[in-house]
């Protein structure tokens, strides 16, 4: 078939599959890269700004493209069943994956700390769903145990399958531009997919497709910042609930992305977050999930801090859809005016 067949088939020769791994996909990746001149202009950047819609994966995450390789190759090792701890998209992802290959998932959930859509995710595609009354970094230390004594295999981004899968966003973009863009912007939570990125634009550099490679810059919510204050935090606190992490796997990976491509991990504040949220939402039409904005937020906090010259090309990374979270899009938004059934007042309303 002339159309997509999913990150597996189209990148296979990157990828650690081979002609006896069974590919478990539901066409994930192929996501848009979208040019966002308004937000450009609203912000007083002075080049090219680009959105990785990731919100457009089969389960509305980037966790897609790393689950696919993970269930392909837990398959492949005749694995019956997968287990994650989650702020909700992984387990959403593994639910879906497992479901297709018919596998069971067991995902733990932080108690009340999950966005409604999420949960609603993983219940319908079948998962055994814990709610974990502790943190997400108490529930993956429970995971990792469990993996450890029980036949079954962890989906989390310990596992090395999911950002070999995780890394094909890179790609895309490369493949997009026709070259690495100056700068990504990225949201860093568990800190696996910065970590992703910046092996998939080492790969391509490596394989002569591009001819540079981007400062990876990474941002954490303010009040769930262990990477930046350099210290774990017990009891992380944004409303970017799928961020909220104080201890991530990928700590030591995230930072040496930094380090070596020359960029920064920094913190924006919740206001700060929200405000990019509601900004992507209204003056380019594309709605992510608050965690997502942090990239953005990143963005708009370097460009008013006079950080960048004329003409750089950045890419920011959309992780998640923003009909996963509702309630946060309708609480900071103006409520809807109640009218009656009436031509006349609805006129009046409208200010025409
Ligand atoms: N954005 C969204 C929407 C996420 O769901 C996550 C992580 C991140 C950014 C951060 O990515 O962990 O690779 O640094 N969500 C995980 C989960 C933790 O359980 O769904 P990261």
Request: glycine share 10%.
């Amino acid at each position: 078939m002339s159309c997509w067949q999913g990150i597996i088939n189209q990148y296979s020769e990157f990828l650690p599959v081979s002609d006896k791994t069974p590919v478990i996909t539901l066409l994930e990746g192929n996501t848009p890269l979208i040019k966002a001149e308004n937000l450009a202009k609203e912000i007083g950047f002075k080049g090219e700004i680009y959105l990785k819609y990731e919100g457009l994966n089969p389960t509305g995450s980037f966790k897609d493209r790393g689950m696919t390789v993970a269930i392909s190759k837990a398959k492949e090792k005749g694995k019956e069943a997968v287990i994650c701890a989650s702020t909700g998209n992984t387990s959403a992802s593994a639910a879906a994956y497992a479901a297709r290959a018919g596998m069971r998932a067991y995902v733990l959930l932080p108690k009340g700390a999950v966005a409604l859509g999420k949960l609603s995710q993983a219940m319908i595609y079948g998962a055994k769903v814990l709610a974990v009354k502790g943190t997400f970094d108490d529930a993956l230390h429970i995971v990792r145990k469990i993996g450890e004594s029980y036949p079954v295999e962890i989906v989390n981004s310990v596992n090395p399958y999911r950002l070999e899968g995780q890394k094909t966003g890179a790609y895309e973009v490369c493949d997009a531009l026709e070259d690495a863009p100056d700068y990504h912007f990225i949201p860093v939570g568990n800190a696996g997919n910065i970590t992703a990125y910046w092996r998939g634009y080492k790969d391509y550099y490596k394989k002569g497709k591009v001819k540079k490679l981007p400062k990876m810059m990474g941002w954490q919510a303010e009040g769930a910042a262990p990477i930046v204050k350099g210290f774990p935090i017990k009891n992380p606190q944004t409303v970017a609930t799928a961020i909220k992490i104080g201890n991530p796997y990928s700590w030591k990976n995230a930072l040496k992305a930094a380090q070596e491509s020359g960029g920064s991990i920094g913190a924006v504040s919740d206001d700060e977050i929200l405000f990019a949220y509601k900004l992507v939402a209204s003056c380019e039409g594309v709605f992510c999930e608050p965690a997502s904005a942090a990239s953005v937020a990143g963005l708009v906090k370097l460009t008013r801090e006079g950080f960048f010259k004329n003409g750089e090309r950045v890419v920011c990374t959309l992780t998640g859809n923003g009909l996963k979270d509702p309630d946060t899009a309708i609480r900071v938004c103006e409520e809807p005016t109640d009218v009656p059934p009436v031509l006349e007042k609805v006129v009046k309303e409208l200010g025409f």
